[in-house]
């Protein structure tokens, strides 16, 4: 029996953890997975040779294993879910492509894993960032190690940066740009070395944002829907229900619906405060509603599958705002401001499109945690829920954190 997903990814950018396998909605939104890993995670630890937990849709005729950047192997039938990896030990970088009938790829899918010679041996590794990053400061760094390490000392191009346990999230702010390498090493109790490793990133400057009354916006908006489970969480499959808890309209077509019940998802409900908020202030200002910087009516549902997300680990209203002008990404952690609309993915592969409201933090000011307000069954429907960097399986995925800032109508582009 041929082994075939289909994801419906309006509804995969709702995914609780951990991850699940929605069917495809009536609306036009799904898709096929093409292919997907799904075990192990990305940053994990593991003995060669080791098994590789492999999804594959009806666009994938066959399946090539690559290391390193290298073809490994004969090409395998998408009906093999497990694939046994042998590689060297070593940070390495495994990828599965998808390849149609005529051996072109249509699909792949990568993590990075730290492959050890026995299982015995003592190691530290980098749950995040990965190999060959490119990423804005200030940058997530989560080191994990084996039993045995005590105590992690990061350094960045040689430079002594911070002293850390295994799984602690460090927020690491530094003004170099450019290459520069990531170096961790793992001592014992006493001090001494017992493995170390390192990782080459690209450090870039985050293009800054000017600060948004949409944001203020939004969040006054928030403060008027009830937080008691009057809008319940509720993630259906097979669907074209928009996840909206009520009908909006735009040109005299329905662009938002309330499906009939009192619930929603995360991807309806960031769509709903985002066109209520701009009703709002079209009303006050004057301007007329069904025109939004010009978008015709299929414009605008163009945008909501942007914003609902195209691609799993794909951006969402941050796309969604940016490519019509109607506001901006936020690169940098450090610049993202309550009432950022927010993509993010876990490590276990769902993800969840939120307003953003602020970070949890550690006494030495290391962001821990994510704090935000959308639909989850977390807080019983639409309410506030914050969840974690770390090293587990469902930990916030830094590098996979899409922000994006809605502009004000005198600011659009």
Request: aromatic share 8%; net charge negative.
């Amino acid at each position: 029996m041929r082994f075939t997903w289909m994801i419906s990814l309006l509804l995969s950018a709702c995914a609780p953890s951990p991850q699940t396998r929605p069917l495809p909605d009536a609306d036009g939104f799904a898709q096929s997975v093409d292919v997907r890993i799904t075990d192990p995670a990305d940053g994990a630890v593991v003995t060669s040779p080791f098994s590789m937990s492999v999804e594959a849709g009806d666009d994938v005729a066959k399946l090539q294993l690559v290391i390193d950047g290298e073809a490994v192997g004969r090409p395998l039938s998408p009906d093999d879910r497990r694939v046994l990896v042998t590689a060297d030990p070593g940070r390495r970088r495994v990828t599965i492509q998808g390849l149609d009938l005529d051996g072109a790829t249509v699909s792949e899918d990568t993590l990075r894993v730290t492959v050890l010679a026995e299982a015995d041996e003592e190691y530290v590794a980098f749950a995040t960032p990965y190999d060959d990053a490119a990423v804005f400061s200030p940058v997530q760094v989560v080191p994990t190690a084996s039993e045995g390490v005590a105590e992690i000392e990061l350094s960045l191009d040689g430079e002594l940066v911070a002293v850390v346990s295994p799984g602690d999230v460090t927020t690491l702010r530094t003004a170099k740009l450019g290459a520069v390498t990531l170096s961790a090493r793992g001592l014992d109790a006493e001090g001494a070395t017992l493995t170390e490793t390192s990782l080459d990133l690209t450090l870039k400057a985050p293009t800054a944002v000017p600060e948004s009354a949409f944001n203020q916006r939004i969040l006054d908006l928030i403060e008027t829907y009830p937080t008691d489970g009057t809008y319940t969480y509720y993630w259906p499959s097979g669907t074209s229900w928009s996840g909206s808890t009520r009908d909006l309209y735009y040109q005299e077509t329905r662009v938002a619906d309330d499906g009939g019940f009192s619930s929603c998802y995360c991807s309806g409900i960031t769509w709903e405060l985002y066109l209520q908020s701009w009703q709002g202030i079209a009303a006050e200002q004057g301007l007329n509603y069904d025109d939004l910087h010009g978008l015709s009516v299929s414009e605008l549902m163009s945008m909501r599958v942007d914003w609902y997300v195209r691609e799993l680990d794909g951006p969402g209203p941050d796309v969604a705002l940016s490519a019509r002008g109607l506001g901006a990404r936020v690169e940098s952690l450090d610049d993202l401001r309550p009432g950022d609309l927010v993509q993010f993915w876990r490590t276990s592969g769902s993800g969840h499109t939120v307003v953003f409201m602020g970070f949890e933090e550690d006494d030495a000011g290391n962001l821990t945690g994510l704090r935000y307000v959308s639909c989850q069954g977390a807080s019983d429907g639409f309410g506030v829920n914050t969840e974690r960097f770390g090293d587990f399986s469902g930990a916030i995925d830094p590098l996979l954190i899409y922000a994006g800032r809605a502009a004000m109508p005198d600011a659009w582009r």
